[in-house]
């Protein structure tokens, strides 16, 4: 096991990366954790890991309910969390309980955003069950919910407690959600690691899963120093963590077939053949990226129009004054952020970059 501690300026919290979900209830001891413990999950992730969370718990002298919600982005919506939220008062949680965050990104998200609000903030555990949360939505402390015309329009920041990863969970999961979380380790690597760019370039893709200790270290390491520096997003350097995620996001918002992790590896491809375009990169890291991209069995086109992505990115939480702001790559391990870019930069580039 290893502990990776998240410094912030008013608080700090550790993640034990590698820690059994069977020993959860010790956690919660040394963490004192209150008496009441809510876990909110999904029907997937349920079937294989709640009831162990839930004996263990038990087991520590924890009164557990469970509030299982369906999977995928259609339960990101304020109608769910006020559910949650109703079930967590008719439970009794008080503020000195504790809600557990049991999934992946999306639960990590809405567990955040109900932990966040419901009698004005309580505690929360994040226990991320895939390669996606696990290097991405369960550290840093955004939360939210979307709306029917754009994603996360709808959040806070609050950060969790402690975060427990066991790796093992990843062996349970389809190869797809394997992709899906591979987009978010790609976009690490471009922005602040060319070791994990040129290693994800270089390793045979059947051995990557060999190595998912070293790479979800690598990734948490990068985003908690990133968030270290910026906690809400207010001094320009967290941005470089929506690399992909601007055009990805409007992709999403307009797609019922595509994931969270596919729609990222369109959005990093558009955007990286943007910045060649602006003189920021040069044509080989596009190929490159691309390269890794069908790699990771992850789409490289899209039938959604320019028109209709246009239209979704006016919504963009990222936007400022109307403009549209862009993280855009320079090379591996590196980017420039807050640059500004037309709707016609976008139409005029749509179907050259696929």
């Known amino acids: 096991m290893k502990i990776i501690e998240v410094c912030l300026k008013r608080e700090k919290y550790p993640i034990y990366l590698g820690y059994p979900l069977e020993e959860i209830g010790q956690l919660f001891i040394k963490h004192e954790?209150?008496?009441?413990?809510?876990?909110?999950?999904?029907?997937?992730?349920?079937?294989?890991?709640?009831?162990?969370?839930?004996?263990?718990?038990?087991?520590?002298?924890?009164k557990v309910d469970i509030c299982i919600v369906k999977p995928g982005e259609p339960s990101k919506t304020i109608k769910t969390a006020y559910h949650l939220i109703e079930k967590c008062s008719q439970f009794g949680l008080d503020r000195t309980d504790t809600i557990i965050a049991l999934?992946?990104?999306?639960?990590?998200?809405?567990?955040?955003?109900?932990?966040?609000?419901?009698?004005?903030?309580?505690?929360?555990?994040?226990?991320?069950?895939?390669?996606?949360?696990?290097?991405?939505?369960?550290?840093?402390?955004?939360?939210?919910?979307?709306?029917?015309?754009?994603?996360?329009?709808?959040?806070?920041?609050?950060?969790?407690?402690?975060?427990?990863?066991?790796?093992?969970?990843?062996?349970?999961?389809?190869?797809?959600?394997?992709?899906?979380?591979?987009?978010?380790?790609?976009?690490?690597?471009?922005?602040r690691s060319k070791k994990l760019f040129q290693f994800l370039l270089s390793t045979d893709k059947k051995e990557i899963k060999n190595h998912f200790d070293s790479i979800i270290s690598e990734c948490i390491t990068i985003k908690k120093r990133v968030v270290e520096m910026d906690?809400?997003?207010?001094?320009?350097?967290?941005?470089?963590?929506?690399?992909?995620?601007?055009?990805?996001?409007?992709?999403?918002?307009?797609?019922?077939?595509?994931?969270?992790?596919?729609?990222?590896a369109l959005g990093m491809i558009c955007e990286t053949f943007i910045a060649v375009q602006k003189g920021?990169?040069?044509?080989?890291?596009?190929?490159?990226?691309?390269?890794?991209?069908?790699?990771?069995?992850?789409?490289?086109?899209?039938?959604?129009?320019s028109q209709k992505v246009v239209h979704s990115l006016l919504?963009?939480?990222?936007?400022k004054g109307g403009k549209l702001r862009f993280v855009l790559p320079v090379r591996p391990g590196a980017v420039k952020t807050g640059v500004e870019i037309s709707t016609n930069d976008i139409i005029s580039n749509w179907e050259k970059w696929q």
């Not at 209150?34 to 992730?45: A, L, P, Q, R, S």
């Not at 919504?315 to 936007?319: E, P, R, V």
Request: glycine letters at 10%.
């Open 33 to 62: 954790c209150g008496n009441k413990v809510f876990i909110i999950t999904d029907e997937n992730v349920s079937r294989f890991y709640s009831n162990a969370v839930r004996h263990s718990l038990e087991n520590a002298g924890k």
């Open 103 to 191: 999934g992946g990104g999306v639960v990590c998200d809405l567990a955040g955003f109900v932990a966040s609000i419901y009698l004005r903030g309580i505690s929360l555990v994040s226990i991320p069950t895939t390669l996606l949360a696990q290097v991405d939505a369960s550290v840093g402390g955004k939360n939210g919910v979307n709306l029917p015309w754009g994603k996360n329009l709808v959040g806070t920041f609050h950060q969790p407690s402690f975060v427990v990863m066991d790796i093992s969970t990843l062996k349970t999961l389809p190869e797809r959600e394997i992709s899906q979380g591979m987009a978010e380790v790609i976009k690490c690597g471009i922005i």
């Open 231 to 264: 906690e809400k997003d207010t001094k320009g350097i967290r941005e470089i963590l929506n690399f992909g995620h601007t055009i990805g996001h409007a992709i999403e918002i307009n797609s019922r077939k595509l994931n969270h992790g596919e729609c990222v």
């Open 280 to 305: 920021f990169c040069c044509y080989c890291l596009f190929e490159n990226i691309k390269e890794l991209v069908k790699k990771f069995n992850l789409p490289t086109k899209t039938n959604i129009s």
């Open 315 to 319: 919504f963009d939480k990222k936007t």
